[in-house]
T-cell receptor, first 115, second 113 residues
Framework: GAVVSQHPSWVICKSGTSVKIECRSLDFQATTMFWYRQFPKQSLMLMATSNEGSKATYEQGVEKDKFLINHASLTLSTLTVTSAHPEDSSFYIC???????????FGPGTRLTVT | GDSVTQMEGPVTLSEEAFLTINCTYTATGYPSLFWYVQYPGEGLQLLLKATKADDKGSNKGFEATYRKETTSFHLEKGSVQVSDSAVYFCALSEGGGSEKLVFGKGTKLTVNP
């Protein structure tokens, strides 16, 4: 099956700094990618839809100026958490649908810890 | 808005036991329904899906039937194995499998030998 990677898998940063998370589709092209956030023992919550060549679409309640999304190419989307705060600590997961199948492929996730 | 309510775990079973994880949904339209599985240290993987009422999705011995009348999509397996230990997520999509997903909270399953 198709593979989606994320980098880094785990990152620790200090309050007030910014951190970038990459999501790559390794063997297929993705014009759309989804970014989810998962709290402990909670479901995945969609944050935004990343669109190649256009602006991301954010879900209600998600601060677009805080969570910057850039879909730089057909295989790469980045999520930048700006001016991070401890409450931003979470597990961030991306996914990409394959045009040839009826499913989405998920990255392994990135654990962000803000101290 | 759309929502998915899933049986909360954790669930602990012995090998060869019967598994049921309940899932019900609320949706405005006619969604597609999915079960995703997350093995330790790995990303979510599609386990099975159903796109319309009365469809049965099946894979690796797991089954789930799309019940429109009860808005349910319960996951079942007749005989679980240790290798089935994982977190299982029920999800729906209004636009099909390539569109955004609404997830349940996940159910952690542990199967003991």
């Amino acid at each position: 099956g198709a593979v989606v990677s994320q980098h880094p898998s785990w990152v620790i940063c200090k309050s007030g700094t910014s951190v970038k998370i990459e999501c790559r589709s390794l063997d297929f092209q993705a014009t759309t990618m989804f970014w989810y956030r998962q709290f402990p023992k909670q479901s995945l919550m969609l944050m935004a839809t990343s669109n190649e060549g256009s602006k991301a679409t954010y879900e209600q309640g998600v601060e677009k100026d805080k969570f910057l999304i850039n879909h730089a190419s057909l295989t790469l989307s980045t999520l930048t958490v700006t001016s991070a705060h401890p409450e931003d600590s979470s597990f961030y997961i991306c996914s990409a649908p394959s045009d040839s199948s009826y499913e989405q492929y998920f990255g392994p996730g990135t654990r962000l810890t803000v101290t | 808005g759309d929502s998915v309510t899933q049986m909360e775990g954790p669930v602990t079973l012995s090998e060869e036991a019967f598994l049921t994880i309940n899932c019900t949904y609320t949706a405005t339209g006619y969604p597609s329904l999915f079960w995703y599985v997350q093995y330790p240290g790995e990303g979510l993987q599609l386990l099975l899906k159903a796109t319309k009422a009365d469809d049965k999705g099946s894979n690796k011995g797991f089954e789930a039937t799309y019940r429109k009348e009860t808005t349910s999509f319960h996951l079942e397996k007749g005989s679980v194995q240790v290798s089935d230990s994982a977190v299982y997520f029920c999800a729906l999509s209004e636009g099909g499998g390539s569109e955004k997903l609404v997830f349940g909270k996940g159910t952690k399953l542990t199967v003991n030998p």
